[in-house]
């Protein structure tokens, strides 16, 4: 009988070995070290996007529309309220304060006389009306 043991073993030395084999582990980690190396450059390659830009700014707010109509007897109106031309006056002034000013929309009949309406535009004016425009009805009666 032999001492000691050697490889190959004898009759003696039939048991699994313990020892895990790290060879093939460490060949696997080299391999993706290198694919690694190599990728990595091309990742960090950018391609530059101009992307659109939000902005959050408040919609401005519409201001009110009054309507004044004028019938052909030279009787005015405020939003369908018949009214004098004194509180036309007042209406107008109240309006001029408010913040925004409302447009003022100024509907008269074709047989109204040319005086009533510049008397009108003139109160809009003196009490500092800023929006005023005319509508008419282009359709013949």
Do not use: C
């Amino acid at each position: 009988m032999m001492a000691g043991g050697g490889i190959g073993g004898g009759e003696g030395n039939s048991r699994p070995m313990s020892e895990i084999n790290t060879t093939p582990l460490v060949d696997v980690m080299l391999v993706l070290l290198v694919i690694f190396i190599i990728t990595a450059p091309l990742l960090t390659h950018a391609v530059k996007i101009d992307l659109p830009q939000a902005t959050s700014q408040p919609s401005p707010e519409k201001p009110d529309i009054i309507d004044v109509a004028i019938d052909p007897a030279g009787t005015m109106y405020w939003n369908d309220q018949t009214v004098t031309l004194e509180e036309l006056n007042a209406k107008l002034h109240e309006v001029a304060n408010k913040e925004p000013q409302p447009e003022l929309h100024i509907r008269a009949d074709k047989e109204t006389r040319y005086q009533v309406l510049a008397e009108v535009m003139a109160y809009a004016q003196n009490a500092g009306v800023q929006k005023l425009g005319f509508v008419s009805d282009p359709t013949p009666k």
